[in-house]
């Protein structure tokens, strides 16, 4: 079709070196990597460049805090971005003044320039994932970046399990939605291949998630990558990565399909937003 809007997308699902400086200059490389072979926007896993140390509750973890946008972390990859002429998407964990700490994505344009971000909203507390140890949940609502390649949102891991702010980034005019993560082989694999291509059919727009690779984080967690680009309709684009390696995934993106999905589908336009208020409630009536 004539119009069609093509934007190279990158994921990285990379395995833990063992310390925050390495890990940010491997990003850089397969940032250079993903540019060198056309890509115009990557995505980086959740918090990049260290361990998911949620698995025990410990303090020493504080230092890998920084602020957003004035922080090194963020700083550095401005730069990168304005070198690249690509659109960056740089989970971190960020410092907001004294002892108030998120699990934030700083999204930076092509020309380097520091668009926003978003604090993930829902945060888990259980075995394995003691998040609430580390992170507030996230005040900023569900905001779309308007980047050189398109309206992007983001969404991060535990986040992925709850439709509403899936379909807020819809409503917000999110055409492709990053959900970087860190998830260890068990239940949630299963989910792994359907809650995330569900939020792209209901929702109609691309997906790409990323999960983190290898053996790593304290109470050494298996993490099984298998990041992945899917399509409005819910299929994936290429290959998923793969479920041990680190791995690059470069794929291409037809953004003019957006569209076309959403005249033949209807989801926004048969919404019953007048029906829907009591899901805002803590309770609902079953009657």
Not at 120 to 141: A, D, M, Q, S
Not at 265 to 283: I, K, M, S, V
């Amino acid at each position: 079709m004539s119009d069609r809007r093509i934007v190279r997308a990158a994921l990285l699902q990379a395995t833990w070196t063992g310390d925050k400086d390495s890990m940010i200059d491997k990003h850089i490389r397969y940032s250079r990597e993903a540019a060198s072979q056309g890509a115009q926007i990557i995505c980086y896993q959740e918090l990049f460049y260290g361990p998911y140390f949620c698995q025990v509750q410990d303090t020493q973890f504080y230092h890998f805090t920084e602020p957003v946008p004035d922080g090194p972390t963020t700083q550095r990859f401005c730069a990168l971005a304005a070198e690249l002429n690509m659109v960056l998407v740089v989970p971190v964990y960020e410092r907001d003044g004294v002892g108030v700490y998120y699990n934030t994505a700083a999204v930076i344009d092509a020309d380097g320039s520091y668009l926003g971000k978003y604090r993930k909203t829902h945060i888990p507390h259980l075995p394995g994932f003691w998040e609430k140890f580390y992170f507030r949940p996230g005040n900023l609502g569900y905001p779309v970046f308007d980047t050189a390649v398109g309206k992007v949102g983001v969404y991060i891991c535990h986040d992925r399990h709850f439709p509403e702010g899936a379909r807020a980034l819809g409503l917000n005019g999110a055409e492709m939605v990053f959900i970087p993560s860190a998830t260890t082989r068990g239940l949630s694999q299963h989910l792994w291949r359907i809650e995330q291509t569900s939020h792209a059919i209901f929702n109609s727009y691309y997906v790409g998630t990323i999960n983190r690779v290898g053996i790593e984080g304290p109470d050494e967690g298996d993490f099984y990558g298998e990041s992945y680009f899917c399509d409005p309709r819910g299929e994936f684009v290429g290959e998923m990565g793969s479920a041990y390696d680190e791995e690059l995934i470069v794929r291409d993106l037809d953004l003019s399909m957006i569209q076309a999905v959403r005249d033949t589908w209807h989801f926004y336009f048969n919404r019953r937003p007048d029906q829907y208020g009591e899901l805002a409630q803590d309770t609902v009536s079953v009657s």
